[in-house]
């Protein structure tokens, strides 16, 4: 049998090209190397019994309610549930910092920290909206080609510099995000460090850089684009767990004819006179289709399912220079009580529960951290980052349980001494488990089990490269056209008949489905 097209890679993005290229009555098939489809979108059931342990991505707001409503994922049961308040900063001087998507909750809140702050916070999310007005459409736009312009891709540039002309005084501003550093941004907005932290956080989360460094105000900016149910901005956890995402889209495949194949390794992709024709698995199976769609990273594509020789030499040289450098871990929690926060008490569910808790308590604090990776040692002061969806969502805990999420730097895939065993990756554990007692007595006694993944660990279960959640840094030389390679961003590769379809393409990484359906609107004009 032949297919219309093969797609490599059963994640979020994997399973939106399908159902668009389905859509247009393609014969489409997805493989999948794991046991479960959703890449690292995904809810496990075998972690902690009865618990739905959003492995790796834990939190949504980026994935494109265009893509919702085309594919009616609503009715195959993906249910978003706003976190309110966003976020609980606690700091060791007993006070603490709620946002959320009030501004006059806002306002009083950094009002406790810095009236001047208070008045100058919605300037800021004003700014970083005007930005996003321009930058978001580029989301689901395909790039232009700067290394060998057609006329449409010089209509394409010439219409990215029309619309930036709306940013009017904010140019400089839009420009600095793109390309700077968080914390000169931070600094030069807001005295209060408290503040400052608390947002400083999303600057380096997937990132292996401190906030001073350029590249992060970037990551930050990354983190206030998207919507929930229509509120811009506002992050939420998805009901049952962020496999709710992909076993909706698995579903919306399978209706409209997608087969789907776990526990189906690819090993090769097929190449015949120049052109993508098939997969070769694992097993040793053959499998021929008329296109091949990649939705894993491009080390996995381009240096272990081809050969090097039937890559341009540029090319090859362009995508070794991306940088797959990570230091994040993640380790899942399972609770008999919730946290007891010591600036904010009570151990039934309140505020100080619902969002992102931010246990971070000045910018310097983030500084230390990375100086530690940056020679090759997990932080001896982790910055640490918990939700606890359970808080909000009772499915994924038994009743009575609770279910915690930590995303946790600096933890680099390479360590300097050893490596990251059952030792190394417990030891780090206990200092982010210590970090959460500080704040919360009593905390470690509350954990019944624990799942801790090292970046290593991350590379291994999910595919990606480093342990890198973003397939790739997100850094300028490899954003917009320049992803993953200048003159390659148009989803297409130099083996004719293969593209890529993840989030080693525009627009990178996050749950967004943008990478996936762009794809899928280039792979049908090839034919």
């Not at 206030?224 to 495949?253: C, D, F, H, I, P």
């Not at 349980?401 to 946790?408: I, P, Q």
Request: charged content about 25%.
């Amino acid at each position: 049998m032949t297919y219309d097209a093969i797609v490599i890679g059963g994640g979020h993005n994997g399973l939106v090209t399908a159902c668009y290229l389905a859509r247009a009555k393609w014969k489409v098939l997805v493989l999948e190397r794991r046991y479960i489809v959703g890449g690292a979108c995904v809810t496990e059931e075998r972690t902690f019994p009865g618990f739905k342990v959003s492995t790796a991505a834990y939190v949504n707001s980026l994935f494109r309610p265009e893509i919702i409503r085309d594919l009616r994922l609503r009715d195959y049961g993906f249910e978003l549930i706003e976190r309110n308040p966003a976020s609980f900063s606690p700091f060791p001087d007993g006070r603490y910092l709620m946002l959320g998507a009030d501004a006059e909750f806002n306002r009083r809140e950094i009002a406790k920290f810095s009236p001047k702050d208070a008045e100058r916070y919605p300037r800021y999310v004003e700014m970083l909206e005007r930005v996003a007005a321009v930058i978001e459409p580029t989301l689901i736009q395909t790039p232009p080609n700067p290394v060998r312009p057609g006329l449409d891709d010089l209509l394409s540039l010439g219409r990215l510099g029309l619309s930036a002309k709306r940013l009017d005084g904010s140019m400089g501003e839009a420009v600095e995000i793109l390309t700077g550093a968080a914390r000169p941004i931070l600094d030069r907005w807001f005295e209060s460090e408290e503040l400052k932290a608390t947002l400083a956080t999303d600057a380096i989360i997937g990132a292996f850089a401190s906030p001073s460094m350029p590249g992060t105000a970037y990551v930050l900016f990354h983190h206030v684009m998207g919507e929930t149910n229509g509120a811009r901005g506002v992050w939420s956890y998805v009901k049952g767990g962020m496999g709710g995402l992909t076993q909706a889209l698995a579903k919306a495949a399978a209706d409209l004819g997608v087969e789907i194949r776990t526990e189906s390794e690819v090993q090769r992709i097929l190449v015949e006179h120049g052109s993508a024709v098939g997969v070769v698995l694992a097993n040793g199976d053959e499998l021929r289709s008329r296109r091949v769609a990649s939705n894993v990273d491009c080390r996995l594509t381009f240096e272990t399912f081809l050969d090097a020789e039937q890559l341009p030499p540029d090319f090859v040289a362009e995508i070794r220079r991306i940088d797959y450098s990570s230091a994040s871990a993640k380790i899942n929690v399972a609770l008999s009580a919730l946290p007891n926060f010591t600036a904010c008490p009570g151990t039934t569910v309140g505020p100080q529960h619902r969002g992102t808790v931010h246990l971070c308590p000045d910018q310097d604090y983030i500084e230390r951290g990375y100086d530690d990776a940056k020679y090759g040692r997990a932080s001896a002061e982790p910055v640490v980052e918990c939700t606890i969806p359970s808080s909000v969502d009772p499915t994924v805990a038994p009743d009575g349980r609770h279910l915690m999420s930590m995303f946790c730097q600096y933890a680099p895939y390479r360590l300097a001494d050893g490596r990251w065993d059952e030792a190394a990756k417990n030891a780090f554990a206990d200092r982010c488990f210590g970090v959460v007692e500080r704040y919360a007595p009593g905390f470690t006694a509350s954990v019944t089990d624990r799942q801790v993944l090292s970046p290593v660990d991350i590379e291994e279960t999910f595919g990606l490269t480093g342990g890198n959640i973003f397939q790739g840094a997100m850094s300028l030389n490899k954003l917009f056209m320049f992803r993953p390679a200048p003159g390659w961003a148009k989803y297409r590769t130099p083996v004719r008949h293969l593209f890529l379809c993840g989030a080693a393409a525009h627009p990178g990484g996050g749950v967004m489905g943008a990478p996936g359906w762009n794809a899928a609107r280039e792979m049908l004009k090839s034919g």
